[in-house]
């Protein structure tokens, strides 16, 4: 008899984590977003998102700037990639903290004539690398469309001696949509 009880409770317990997992694997997992803010300095900005579980991502970032005379940055290209982790109670939406690494092209140094401070000539485009930390928001409808709001900071690794500073930044706002 309670060999009988055993194996209904078995069943049972297989049946539910068969459905609760099941329920995992149907949501959507592929992300792409455009940030809308960057075309307004010159730029552009897509990202993919890769959703790993209910919690957390991995994503890759890329820029290019396409109108130096509208872009105040000193990037000329990068390529990132994150690791995010969700704090909010939907699936892979909310509040987040992301860890990231970044490999960019810089302008380099602004080197100045001595006798005129206004006239300057850029030294060459450095590479480096960076890591740093992120936050933001994300918001998910049920058609999936996004919406997500992040900034972060991060720190030039090998060449910041080469450039006029030894920080990177990552802001946007972010349309997208989860397929």
Known sequence: MKKKYLIIAILF???????????LETEKKDEIKLNIISP???TFEATYERILNNKSSVG??????????NSNEDTNYMISQNYRRYFGKKYAAG?????????????????????DNLTY??????????IGLGLGSK????????IEVNAGLGKLLFNADKTDH?????F???LGYRF
């Open 13 to 23: 317990s297989f049946f539910f984590t068969n459905a609760q997992t099941s329920d």
């Open 40 to 42: 307004l300095s010159g």
């Open 60 to 69: 890759i970032t890329t820029l290019y700037v396409f109108n130096n005379k």
């Open 95 to 115: 509040f987040f903290l992301e860890g990231f690494g970044m490999l960019s092209s810089i302008d380099g140094k602004r080197i100045y004539d001595t006798s």
């Open 121 to 130: 000539t850029k030294g060459s485009d450095v590479i480096d690398y960076s």
């Open 139 to 146: 918001w998910v409808t049920k058609r999936g469309l996004i």
């Open 166 to 170: 030894d920080q990177v930044a990552r």
């Open 172 to 174: 946007g706002i972010q």
